[in-house]
């Protein structure tokens, strides 16, 4: 019956779909409004039927239908409940209807929304989410369907991989799916305007708050996914620059130079093409990483066994490459720029060296995953590309790019002065040379370790002084406290500080990356209880392991005291052999943040024997906690940009010597 009902929605929506993207475009070209207003209509309908869907699937969990195939799956009867919601998207079929109904539900958001503000773009709006939305029903009905039945039923399922039953997979994998479908949005407002010739700022102005909401699903994924990785995997790290991590942040780096760069568009009307083509990019990446994880072609932890969902996904990412690339080449003499650069030393001249940093970035990364193909398809053999060659690539530009986000901040829009720039340099160039030093009196040796320390701290002391100034000019201008003026800050300026505050998160996510990748130490051991191991400044010592039967798994766990000077603190790694998959035990990890130094002791089991011996692996990883408040504060201003802005600036702030955006005197 589950099947059935659920087979059946599914075959509407996909109708429905089908139906609003041919009435819409229909309606517009033949100016017909009521075949629009059906199309609108068609729209809501899909998403309803979607989410009625999903809650079909989601009932045969929570009932353990185990006449469904992908409940079989997914899920056990001993499986904890909230891992229940987590199968619904833990295998293919799932996932791709957690995509469909993410887009769906975003696709009436904006319709509802933009259908009488922005009358001339929202029905080809309609048809290019309606003609998304009916590739993914399309691959849903006939290719990967969720309702697939089994016979004979079975008493139990088989479960959860045991690696996804984990409290990221309850947030992880929703963000960062939720992050690759609300690119859409700003697509198809963007394709909507060259098909109808409305290229000036109109589609921006309508995707602002959607194009940042994109960012902030993609920046929350993928941190959650660093934050996964460093928790559940066990090899020490947040980022293996695996295929699928790759394909997932390439997105990012796209919306992160778009939503700079629109900025100049609004503000100068350059930058026209550079804008349509960063959003291009940044939908077929989504729907090129979708590609990767589904196919199974390059090898990774990540991904799915190779299916037979992989052709589809190449053929449509080929259709909208070729679409949307023809129609920006027909609208390139509608897309000239008003404006030619006046200077170097100008905000959107930074902002178009940042975009080039990240574009390079996205060529770079997009060249490691591709070349095992590519080698495989010239010479005959398959060379997989590391961690080291991304490193010693992207690190330098990902360097560039941190500085030169600090001085984006310096410098007016227009053009700048080079000896206002040097005067104001000159108290934000000695507090970042006292971090520096101190860096290197840390232990810093590695010129690039010292200029990465200094770039991220020339950036971190950039944003903060602007805080600073420009709160003290909202005291002057209010007489108000400091602490009431700096909260005020984000009042009457949302959008700029909020991104200043995304660059202090940025900033302090390199001092991680920096801390953890120079400064890591490494051990691995093997031990019987009552030998100790030095690691670093800290001393291991093995006491000895326990073991016990819980409802479909068996538990044995480790118990170590770590010492570090007159401070002991004791950590208890385990390792977990689940019920149906007792040929992959999980390790699971134990990290104990050290205060004041802000080390991570961080310990794994990798085996264990009958005599009590077993053998660890153990980290001790500086500076990580950084990496976690930097992605909240990251978060943060990214939240405060995309809120509406409800205040205005006091004339104090807005002009005089400490308006906000020139340089600290």
Known sequence: MTANIGTALLFIAFLAALYGAVASVLGARLRIPELVVSARNAVVAVAALVTLTALTLLYAFVTHDFSLKYVVAQTTRSQPWPYLFSGFY?????????????????????????????????????????????????????????FETVSPVPPDGRGLNPLLQDPGMLVHPPM???????????????????????????????????????????SLGNLLGAWWAYH??????????????????????????????????????????????????????????????????????????????????????????IVSLTLLILRLPHLKDEHDFDSLLSREATFLFNNLLLVA??????LGVIFPLLSEALQGRRINVGPPFYQQVNGPLLLAMVALMGFGMLVPWRRGGARALVRGLRVTLGLTAL??????????????????????????VVAVREFHRTALALMRARQALY???????????????????????????????????????ERSVSMRPGQSVNVGQYTVAYQGLTSWEEPGRQRTVASLLVR??????????????????????????????????????????AAFGEDGAASFHIFVNP???????GGAILVIGGIISWWPETAHAPAAVRAGRLAPGTVPS
């Open 90 to 146: 833990g295998g293919q079929a799932g996932s791709l209807l957690y995509w469909s109904l993410t887009l769906a539900l975003l696709s009436s958001a904006v319709v509802l929304i933009h259908f009488r503000t922005d009358r001339q773009l929202i029905p080809y709006v309609i048809t290019v989410l309606l003609v998304i939305e009916s590739f993914i029903l399309l691959v849903l009905n006939f290719i990967s369907s969720p």
């Open 176 to 218: 960062l799916l939720a992050g690759y479908m609300s690119v859409s949005i700003p697509f198809a407002f963007a394709i909507a305007a060259l098909i109808t010739g409305q290229v000036d700022n109109r589609w921006l102005k309508a995707t602002r708050h959607w194009a940042l909401l994109s960012w902030l699903f993609l």
């Open 232 to 321: 559940v995997l066990g090899w020490g790290g947040y980022w293996g620059w695996d295929p699928v991590e790759n394909v997932a942040i390439l997105p990012w780096f796209a919306m992160s130079a778009y939503v700079h760069s629109v900025l100049v568009q609004e503000r100068r009307g350059m930058l026209k093409v550079w804008n349509m083509v960063l959003i291009i990019i940044a939908f077929n990446l989504a729907i090129f990483g979708t590609f990767v994880v589904r196919s199974g072609i390059l090898a990774s932890v990540h991904s799915f066994a190779v299916s037979e969902i992989g052709p589809y996904f190449f053929g449509f990412l080929a259709a909208s490459l």
């Open 361 to 366: 970035v996205i060529v770079v990364t997009f």
């Open 435 to 460: 971090f520096t030093i101190g860096a290197v009196v840390l232990g810093a040796r590695s010129p690039w370790t010292i200029l990465a320390v200094a770039a991220c701290a020339f950036a971190l």
């Open 483 to 521: 602490p009431a003026a700096l909260l005020a800050v984000f009042r009457y300026n949302r959008r700029r500080y909020g991104g200043y505050l995304v660059h202090v998160g940025v900033a302090l996510m390199g001092l991680a990356i920096v801390g953890s990748s120079f400064f890591q130490t």
């Open 564 to 605: 570090s000077g007159d401070r002991s603190f004791e950590v208890k790694p385990q390792k977990v052999v689940y019920e149906n998959w007792e040929d992959q035990p999980i390790s699971e990890v134990v990290i104990k943040t050290v205060y004041p130094q802000l080390d991570d002791v961080y310990v794994v089991m």
């Open 623 to 629: 500076l990580v906690a950084f990496l976690w408040l």
